[in-house]
C-alpha cells in the first residue's frame, strides 16, 4: 500500500508571510508542492480572514485547544499527510505544546520539553540539576513579603536579576541594587504580570524568578537540534542591551554578525549551549539561545524552542541561510541547510525613547533612506502614541536591518544612524 503524501505544513497560534514565501522557493527546488494551515485556539484572538486569504492559506483549524476531543477531531482529517508542524513567537509555543500530543507521528518536540522552555523557573531548575556552572544562582518568590526579600539577599546578593518566570523576550526584566530596589520593582512586577495574564490567556500564578546579575558579554545564537539530539549551530551574534548605553533596561539595541569571536571562544560556546539543549530534552525543533561571556566561562541566560528575533534577514544577508525553511526543515525531520560561506555583516537595532511619554518627536526617517547598508525598516510608533520601556512591557519605537559586506562600512552606518535617531517624548 503507497504511504500517504506529506505535505501539510501546519503553523501554530499565527502565521508569518516571509516564512510561507521561503518555504515556496524551497517547493520548486524538491518538486513537492505543499499545503499551508494555520492552527488557532478559539479561546484567543482569531488572525483575520482577509491576511489567511491573502497568504493562500489552504487549512484553517480553530478549536479549543485544551479540550482532547475537539483539538483530536480537528486534526484527524490530516494526520497521515502532515509534513511539519511549527510556531513562530515565544506566546505561541505553549499552544504547540497542546498540539503535540495528537501529531504523535510527526517529527515534533515533546510538550513537556516546551512548558520546560517557555517557563523560566523549569527551565533555570532543569539547567542547574544537568550542570549549575552553566546558570547562574537563582531563586523564586510569589510575593514581597519580608520572608521572600530576605530569601533573596541571603541566596542571591546584589545586584540581581528579576523576571516574570513565564513571559517573552525581554519584558519586565529588571536590574536590582538594594533592597529598597528589589521591593519596588517585585510590587510592579506582581501588578503588571496580571495585566499579561488577562492579555495573552497566561496561566495565573505567576511567579518571579531572582537570579544573580552576571556582568560579561552578551551573545545569542540560533541553531537546530534533531530528533537524535545533534545540534547544528548558525553563526554566532553580538548583543549589546539598552542598559550597556545608559538605559535602565534590557532591551536588545544592537545584535550584530559575525562576531569577533575566535574558534576556540565559539567552540566553548557552543559546548555550553548544546548542554542547555540537552538540558531541557529538546528535539527536532530550532532553539534561540542567549549566552553570557564571562571571563573563564560561558553561562546560559535562557533559551527558546524558536527562532530569534530578527534571524531570518541577519542569517540571510550575512551567510546566504534560510532561517524560516530551515525552522519547518528541522520539525520535519529533516537536515537544515547552512552555508558556511560568508557574504558580509548584518545589524539589526531597536531604538527606545530615552524617557517614558507621549511620542512628541520623531526625526531622521528620511536621512535613514539614504544610508547605503539599510535593508529593512519599521516604525512601530506614531505621534501621539505612548513609549515604555521593555522593562514595564513596552515596545520599540523603530527597528531597523542593514547589511555590508564591509565590517567598518557597516559600524559606520550604524553611527550614521545613531547620529540621525532624534525621538522626543513627554508625560503628558
Not at 508571510?17 to 522557493?25: C, G, P
Request: aromatic share 8%; net charge positive; charged share 25%.
Amino acid at each position: 500500500m503507497k504511504s500517504p503524501k506529506k505535505d501539510i505544513i501546519f503553523f501554530v497560534g499565527n502565521t508569518v508571510t516571509s516564512a510561507i514565501e521561503e518555504v515556496r522557493d524551497y517547493e520548486k527546488k524538491i518538486g513537492l508542492k505543499f499545503r499551508y494551515g494555520l492552527i488557532q485556539d478559539s479561546k484567543t484572538k482569531q488572525v483575520p480572514l482577509e491576511k489567511l486569504q491573502k497568504q493562500k492559506i489552504d487549512i484553517s483549524i480553530s478549536c479549543d485547544l485544551d479540550n482532547l476531543t475537539a483539538t483530536q477531531k480537528a486534526l484527524l482529517p490530516y494526520k497521515d499527510h502532515i509534513f511539519s508542524v511549527t510556531a513562530r513567537g515565544e506566546y505561541h509555543i505553549p499552544l504547540l505544546a497542546k498540539v503535540v500530543p495528537h501529531i504523535p507521528y510527526t517529527k515534533s518536540p515533546t510538550s513537556e520539553s516546551l512548558i520546560w522552555s517557555t517557563d523560566k523557573l523549569l527551565m533555570r531548575r532543569r539547567l542547574y540539576t544537568y550542570n549549575k556552572k552553566i546558570s547562574p544562582a537563582y531563586t523564586v518568590v510569589s510575593d514581597t513579603s519580608k520572608k521572600s526579600l530576605k530569601k533573596i539577599e541571603e541566596k542571591i546578593g546584589f545586584p540581581m536579576i528579576a523576571k516574570p518566570t513565564g513571559l517573552a523576550a525581554s519584558k519586565y526584566v529588571s536590574l536590582c541594587f538594594h533592597k529598597d530596589e528589589l521591593k519596588n520593582i517585585l510590587h510592579k512586577l506582581f501588578k503588571k504580570m496580571r495585566v499579561e495574564e488577562k492579555k495573552h490567556s497566561i496561566p495565573k500564578i505567576q511567579k518571579v524568578l531572582v537570579e544573580q546579575f552576571m556582568e560579561g558579554d552578551m551573545y545569542s545564537v540560533d541553531c537546530y537540534v534533531n530528533g537524535k539530539g545533534k545540534v547544528y549551530f548558525c553563526p554566532m551574534v553580538n548583543i549589546k542591551t539598552g542598559n550597556t548605553i545608559g538605559f535602565d533596561d534590557f532591551f536588545g539595541y544592537r545584535q550584530i554578525t559575525p562576531t569577533l569571536l575566535g574558534k576556540k571562544s565559539i567552540a566553548e560556546a557552543q559546548a555550553v549551549a548544546t548542554q542547555g539543549i540537552h538540558a531541557l530534552a529538546l528535539r527536532n525543533t530550532t532553539v534561540h539561545i542567549e549566552l553570557m561571556k564571562m571571563e573563564a566561562m560561558w553561562k546560559v541566560i535562557e533559551l527558546s524552542p524558536r527562532i530569534g528575533g530578527f534571524r531570518q534577514q541577519m542569517y540571510l544577508y550575512a551567510y546566504g541561510i534560510n532561517h524560516a525553511l530551515n525552522d519547518v526543515l528541522i520539525h520535519g525531520g529533516k537536515k537544515p541547510i547552512i552555508p558556511a560561506k560568508r557574504h558580509g555583516y548584518s545589524v539589526a537595532m531597536k531604538f527606545f525613547a530615552k524617557k517614558e511619554g507621549r511620542l512628541t518627536k520623531l526625526k531622521g526617517i528620511k536621512k535613514i533612506t539614504a544610508i547605503k547598508s539599510l535593508k529593512f525598516m519599521r516604525v512601530r510608533k506614531k505621534i501621539g502614541d505612548y513609549c515604555t520601556y521593555a522593562k514595564n512591557g513596552g515596545d520599540s519605537v523603530l527597528n531597523i536591518i542593514m547589511f555590508n559586506k564591509d565590517r567598518p562600512a557597516l559600524l559606520a552606518d550604524v553611527r550614521r544612524l545613531e547620529q540621525m535617531i532624534h525621538i522626543e517624548t513627554n508625560k503628558k
